[in-house]
C-alpha cells in the first residue's frame, strides 16, 4: 500500500520522547506554582457547544475557531479555556464559596493562517480568580506569572508586563467620544489591540470606518489612537476623568505589586487592551524586553463574562500563558534544559535459561520504585551494554550461566565502570 | 441573555478540582508504573487525518469515529491512539534503536450510543513495545497492566487476565475453514469479538452471512462458534496443527508469565480475539472476576500495522487501559481514594495595612515550596478562619494591626488548634 502521510496535520506536533520531557518539565513549573499560590487545577472537555465561544466583537479568536457540524449539533475545538470555566463556575454557581482559584493547562485550538513559529494548538496555563472584586486578585496573579517565568530560570529583566485598564479607557472615551453609542467600547478594544500589528493608520481607519461597528469622526479616531501613547501612571492621571475608580485600582495595582517585590517588572502602557471582548477592568500583557517575540502571557478582569452568559455576576480576573512564546524565548536564551532519560538500570539476561531470574530482580527494583528496563530479545553482552550505555542508564545487572548457578547478578556502574555481585532474589517456587 | 447550557457535551466531562485530584491520582499511577518498566511516555494531536483510522474490516470504532471536513480537509478525534503512534513510529523508522518502549495517556473519542455509564470520551493508557518479536514483550505488558492495578489497590482475585492467540486461531482457520478466501479472518474477528455482546446464534449468523465478508457454511460457522469454548491450554493443545508455532509462542508466555509471578491471574480463553482487525498475534483482556463489567484493559501483538500503513513491518504488541471501567471498578470495591486539598496554609491580612508584610510572608513560604492561599479580599478574622479550615488548610497565619506592630504573624494550628507568633520577614524598602 502507498505510504501514509507520516506528519501530523499542519499545524499541530507530534511530542517524542524528549519533546515530552520538555513539556512535562514546563506543565510541572506551571502546575507547582499554581499549587503553591493555592490554586486547584480543573479541566473541560477539548470540544464544546461552539455557541459558547460565539461573541459579536470581530475578535480574530472568533473568526478562527475549529468548529464543525457532527450529526446535526454544532461543535468546536475550544480556542480559549475561559468559556469552559465560566460554564463550570456557573453550574454549580449557588454552591460555590467565593473566591475560588482555579488553574488549568488545557490544549487550545485555532485555525490560522500557517507563518513561521505558528502552530494551530497550543498549550495554555490558566489561572483564574472568581469572586473577588478587588485589585488584590490581579496583583496575586501577576506575582504566579512571575514566580513560574523565575522557575524557568528567565532574569527579572528578560520580561516586562504592561498594565492598562480597560475600565480607565472605557470611562474616558465614553465621557468624550463614546456618549452615543456606549456598544462600541468592546469592538472598539478588538480594533486598538491590533495597533503594533497593523500600525496607527489602520487603526483611525477601522475606528471612523462609517461601515463598521465604532465609526468615530476622524479627529475623534486620532484622539484615540494618541491616548494610547500614555506610558506613565502620571500622564494617565492628567487625562483620567477626575475621581476615576478605576485609576484608583491601578495606583492601588501598582502599589500591591511591590508587596511581592515584581513592581520593577511591570509598566503602565495605555495600548494595551487585549483582544478579546470581556475584558472590563485591570488588562496585562508580558513580552520579552527584547521586543522580538508575540505576548509570553496575558489577562485581566472580566467581570461580565458570566453575565453574558445568563449567570448571575461574578467578578473574575485570569490569565493565560502559553507554551509556544515562552519556548521561543527559552529557546533564545539558551533555558531550555538537556533533560536526559531517566533510566536507573538495566537488567540483562544472557539467555532463557537466566529469564525467570532476571524477571524477578527487575520486579523487586520497580517495587523498590527504580526505572528498570528488562531485556527482552535476544542479544549479545556487548549490543545489551552499548544500549544501556546510549539509554542512559545508571547500571546494568547481567545474568549469565556462571551468574545463575552463583545465585548473583553482575552489577556494572556504567558511569565508573566499577563491578561488583548481587545477589538474586529468593524464588518463590 | 438566555442561560446557555452549563453542562458540556453530551457523553463529556468536566473535571471541577475533585474530579481533577481522582484523574490526577489514575495518571500519576499510570505514568509511575511506565516509567518504573523503563517506557517513555510520548503523544500525538488529538485531531488527526481521518484517513489514518480508515479501515475495512466493519469494525465499531471505526464506525463511531469523530470525523468532519474542515476547510476541505478531512479531520478525525483520536478515536485510539495506535494508528498516531504507528505514524510516528514510521516517521522516524530509520533512525530509532529497537526495541523501543513508548507509554502514553490520550484522551480518545468515539461517538457512540450514550447508554447508561458510558462515555464519549474517555483517558486510555497505552503501552507499547515496537521492534521485539517474542513474547517476552508480552509478558513485561500483562506484568505491567497487573503491577499499575496493584498501585490501585485492587487485589489478585479482583482481575483475571483472558490470553488467546489470534495466530493460533488463524492458523486453526485457514487450515479448516478459511482456503479459499484468507482475508476473511480480520472481518471474522471483529464478529468474534461481539459473542459475549450479542450472543452464539447472532454470531453464526454473521459468520455464515451470504452477503458478508466472511461467508461460511453454517455448519462451519458453528463448528467455529463451538472451537471458541476453549479454555485451557491442554485442550487448545488438542485443536491445533501440529507443530504450530503460534501455540509454542503462547506456553512459552504462560511460563515468563511465572517469572512475574502473575501466571495465577491469567487464563487461557479462545473467545478473546479483541475487536480490532490489526491484531496478528496474542491478544489479551483483562476483566473484574465479579464478571459485570467491560474489559478494563486489553491488547495484543500488532506486527502488520506499519507494513499496512506502507512501512517497512516492525513487529509490534501494546495495551490500551481506559480510566472509565477501571473507574467503575475501584468504586465498587471502595478503593477510589479521598484526596483532600493539599493546602499548607492561609496568610491573612486582617487589612489593608497589613497587605504588603501579608504578601511577603506569603511568598516567603512559597518560595519554600509550601502551598499557600493568600486572603484576597476585606474578611473578618472569624471568616477567615472558618474558610481556612473549609479548605482544609494545615494552618493559618493572621497578620492585625498588633502583630504587625511587633513584626510577626500570629499562627495557629488548625488541627490542634495551637497559637505561636513566627517573625515576619524582613522587608526590603
Same mark, same amino acid.
Given at each position: 500500500?502507498?505510504?501514509?502521510?507520516?506528519?501530523?496535520?499542519?499545524?499541530?506536533?507530534?511530542?517524542?520522547?524528549?519533546?515530552?520531557?520538555?513539556?512535562?518539565?514546563?506543565?510541572?513549573?506551571?502546575?507547582?506554582?499554581?499549587?503553591?499560590?493555592?490554586?486547584? #487545577?480543573?479541566?473541560?472537555?477539548?470540544?464544546?457547544?461552539?455557541?459558547?465561544?460565539?461573541?459579536?466583537?470581530?475578535?480574530?479568536?472568533?473568526?478562527?475557531?475549529?468548529?464543525?457540524?457532527?450529526?446535526?449539533?454544532?461543535?468546536?475545538?475550544?480556542?480559549?479555556?475561559?468559556?469552559?470555566?465560566?460554564?463550570?463556575?456557573?453550574?454549580?454557581?449557588?454552591? =460555590?464559596?467565593?473566591?475560588?482559584?482555579?488553574?488549568?493547562?488545557?490544549?487550545?485550538?485555532?485555525?490560522?493562517?500557517?507563518?513561521?513559529?505558528?502552530?494551530?494548538?497550543?498549550?495554555?496555563?490558566?489561572?483564574?480568580?472568581?469572586?473577588?472584586?478587588?485589585?488584590?486578585?490581579?496583583?496575586?496573579?501577576?506575582?504566579?506569572?512571575?514566580?513560574?517565568?523565575?522557575?524557568?530560570?528567565? *532574569?527579572?529583566?528578560?520580561?516586562?508586563?504592561?498594565?492598562?485598564?480597560?475600565?480607565?479607557?472605557? #470611562?474616558?472615551?465614553?465621557?468624550?467620544?463614546?456618549?452615543?453609542?456606549?456598544?462600541?467600547?468592546?469592538?472598539?478594544?478588538?480594533?486598538?489591540?491590533?495597533?503594533?500589528?497593523?500600525?496607527?493608520?489602520?487603526?483611525?481607519?477601522?475606528?471612523?470606518?462609517?461601515?463598521?461597528?465604532?465609526?468615530?469622526?476622524?479627529? %475623534?479616531?486620532?484622539?484615540?489612537?494618541?491616548?494610547?501613547?500614555?506610558?506613565?501612571?502620571?500622564?494617565?492621571?492628567?487625562?483620567?476623568?477626575?475621581?476615576?475608580?478605576?485609576?484608583?485600582?491601578?495606583?492601588?495595582?501598582?502599589?500591591?505589586?511591590?508587596?511581592?517585590?515584581?513592581?520593577?517588572?511591570?509598566?503602565? %502602557?495605555?495600548?494595551?487592551?487585549?483582544?478579546?471582548?470581556?475584558?472590563?477592568?485591570?488588562?496585562?500583557?508580558?513580552?520579552?524586553?527584547?521586543?522580538?517575540?508575540?505576548?509570553?502571557?496575558?489577562?485581566?478582569?472580566?467581570?461580565?463574562?458570566?453575565?453574558?452568559?445568563?449567570?448571575?455576576?461574578?467578578?473574575?480576573?485570569?490569565?493565560?500563558?502559553? %507554551?509556544?512564546?515562552?519556548?521561543?524565548?527559552?529557546?533564545?536564551?539558551? =533555558?531550555?534544559?538537556?533533560?536526559?532519560?531517566? =533510566?536507573? *538500570?538495566?537488567?540483562?539476561?544472557?539467555?532463557?535459561?537466566?529469564?525467570?531470574?532476571?524477571?524477578?530482580?527487575?520486579?523487586?527494583?520497580?517495587?523498590?520504585?527504580?526505572?528498570?528496563?528488562?531485556? =527482552?530479545?535476544?542479544?549479545?553482552?556487548?549490543?545489551?551494554?552499548? %544500549?544501556?550505555?546510549?539509554?542512559?542508564?545508571?547500571?546494568?545487572?547481567?545474568?549469565?550461566?556462571?551468574?545463575?548457578?552463583?545465585?548473583?547478578?553482575?552489577?556494572?556502574?556504567?558511569?565508573?565502570?566499577?563491578?561488583?555481585? #548481587?545477589?538474586?532474589?529468593?524464588?518463590?517456587?
Amino acid at each position: 500500500m502507498a505510504k501514509i502521510n507520516t506528519q501530523p496535520p499542519r499545524g499541530t506536533r507530534d511530542f517524542f520522547p524528549e519533546d515530552l520531557r520538555l513539556r512535562a518539565w514546563l506543565f510541572d513549573i506551571w502546575r507547582e506554582v499554581a499549587q503553591r499560590f493555592g490554586f486547584e #487545577e480543573v479541566d473541560a472537555p477539548i470540544v464544546e457547544h461552539a455557541e459558547l465561544y460565539m461573541r459579536k466583537a470581530g475578535e480574530e479568536i472568533v473568526n478562527q475557531l475549529y468548529h464543525f457540524e457532527l450529526h446535526d449539533r454544532h461543535l468546536a475545538l475550544r480556542s480559549e479555556f475561559t468559556p469552559s470555566l465560566a460554564r463550570m463556575v456557573m453550574a454549580r454557581q449557588g454552591a =460555590l464559596r467565593w473566591p475560588i482559584r482555579w488553574f488549568s493547562i488545557p490544549q487550545c485550538w485555532r485555525y490560522e493562517r500557517m507563518t513561521r513559529g505558528r502552530r494551530r494548538e497550543h498549550y495554555q496555563w490558566n489561572m483564574d480568580v472568581w469572586g473577588e472584586p478587588g485589585v488584590a486578585a490581579e496583583a496575586e496573579l501577576i506575582a504566579a506569572a512571575f514566580a513560574a517565568m523565575d522557575a524557568m530560570g528567565l *532574569a527579572a529583566g528578560d520580561v516586562r508586563m504592561r498594565v492598562n485598564s480597560r475600565a480607565l479607557l472605557e #470611562e474616558t472615551l465614553r465621557e468624550r467620544f463614546l456618549g452615543d453609542h456606549p456598544e462600541a467600547f468592546e469592538p472598539l478594544c478588538v480594533v486598538i489591540d491590533k495597533l503594533d500589528k497593523i500600525g496607527a493608520d489602520a487603526v483611525v481607519d477601522q475606528l471612523a470606518d462609517p461601515a463598521g461597528a465604532i465609526r468615530l469622526a476622524k479627529p %475623534d479616531a486620532l484622539d484615540v489612537v494618541a491616548l494610547l501613547g500614555v506610558g506613565s501612571i502620571e500622564e494617565a492621571r492628567k487625562s483620567a476623568p477626575s475621581g476615576s475608580s478605576a485609576l484608583a485600582d491601578l495606583e492601588r495595582l501598582f502599589t500591591l505589586l511591590e508587596g511581592y517585590d515584581v513592581a520593577d517588572r511591570v509598566v503602565f %502602557d495605555a495600548s494595551v487592551v487585549r483582544g478579546l471582548a470581556y475584558y472590563t477592568g485591570i488588562v496585562f500583557e508580558a513580552f520579552d524586553t527584547g521586543g522580538k517575540l508575540r505576548a509570553v502571557c496575558g489577562g485581566g478582569r472580566y467581570d461580565r463574562l458570566l453575565e453574558s452568559l445568563g449567570g448571575k455576576p461574578v467578578p473574575a480576573v485570569g490569565f493565560g500563558f502559553g %507554551d509556544a512564546v515562552v519556548g521561543e524565548l527559552l529557546g533564545e536564551k539558551a =533555558l531550555l534544559p538537556e533533560l536526559p532519560r531517566k =533510566l536507573d *538500570a538495566v537488567v540483562f539476561p544472557f539467555g532463557d535459561t537466566e529469564r525467570a531470574e532476571a524477571q524477578a530482580l527487575a520486579s523487586n527494583l520497580r517495587l523498590q520504585g527504580k526505572a528498570v528496563e528488562l531485556v =527482552l530479545g535476544h542479544v549479545k553482552p556487548k549490543r545489551a551494554l552499548a %544500549d544501556a550505555d546510549r539509554a542512559g542508564a545508571q547500571r546494568i545487572y547481567l545474568i549469565g550461566p556462571d551468574e545463575l548457578s552463583r545465585g548473583v547478578a553482575r552489577v556494572r556502574e556504567l558511569r565508573s565502570g566499577e563491578e561488583r555481585d #548481587e545477589p538474586l532474589p529468593a524464588r518463590k517456587d
